[in-house]
């Protein structure tokens, strides 16, 4: 089955740091792959949706200059939080749709989550 | 916008009682529902993925079923097991994918 890795799988940062977090699809290119969010015992909330060598698509209240998303290749996406605050200390996971799946009916592979603590 | 909601929030039963799983959604116009199974402190498993022209899928002692008009779905598991106990996600896709906030499933031995 399709496999997305995540990395780090845990990271702690100071208050004013950045981190960056990657995404990778390792055995499908993936052209689309989408960035959520999960704050201790709620939902997923969907951040941004990034599509190889174009520009983000940002969900209502994400900061764009916060939460900076590079998709540089079909097997690679990058979420890096800028300048963090405690409040970023979430759960975030990454989900990648197999370039060669039809439009809509994909089915989305979800990597395994990275834990960011902002101290 | 598609609006997702699971009931009941949390659900205890003792060991080896089969137990539904609600998920509604707003818009109905959807390609396809999944439902994934979420660890504490873990990613997402999924379960059982159902296209927007199929009624239910089954896997071993799962089935999901799928009522696409009326904006509905249910997770059934049989003879359930502690090894069950787990926070259950049901998502959405339309535009994008949406998830429900969840099902807290405790299976008591």
């Known amino acids: 089955g399709a496999v997305v890795s995540q990395h780090p799988s845990w990271v702690i940062c100071k208050s004013g740091t950045s981190v960056k977090i990657e995404c990778r699809s390792l055995d499908f290119q993936a052209t689309t792959m989408f960035w959520y969010r999960q704050f201790p015992k709620q939902s997923l909330m969907l951040m941004a949706t990034?599509?190889?060598?174009?520009?983000?698509?940002?969900e209502q209240g994400v900061e764009k200059d916060k939460f900076l998303i590079n998709h540089a290749s079909l097997t690679l996406s990058t979420l890096t939080v800028t300048s963090a605050h405690p409040e970023d200390s979430s759960f975030y996971i990454c989900s990648a749709r197999d370039s060669r799946a039809s439009e809509g009916y994909y089915e989305q592979y979800f990597g395994p989550g990275t834990r960011l603590t902002v101290t | 916008k598609q609006e997702v909601t699971q009931i009941p929030a949390a659900l205890s039963v003792p060991e080896g009682e089969n137990l539904v799983l609600n998920c509604s959604f707003t818009d109905s116009a959807i390609y396809n529902l999944q439902w994934f199974r979420q660890d504490p402190g873990k990613g997402l498993t999924s379960l059982l993925l159902i296209q927007s022209s199929q009624r239910e899928q089954t896997s071993g002692r799962l089935n999901a079923s799928l009522d696409k008009s009326s904006g509905r779905s249910t997770l059934y598991i049989a003879a359930s097991q502690p090894g069950d106990s787990a926070t259950y996600l049901c998502a959405v896709r339309s535009h994008d994918m949406r998830f429900g906030a969840g099902t807290r499933l405790t299976v008591k031995p």
């Open positions: 990034s599509n190889e060598g174009s520009k983000a698509t940002y």
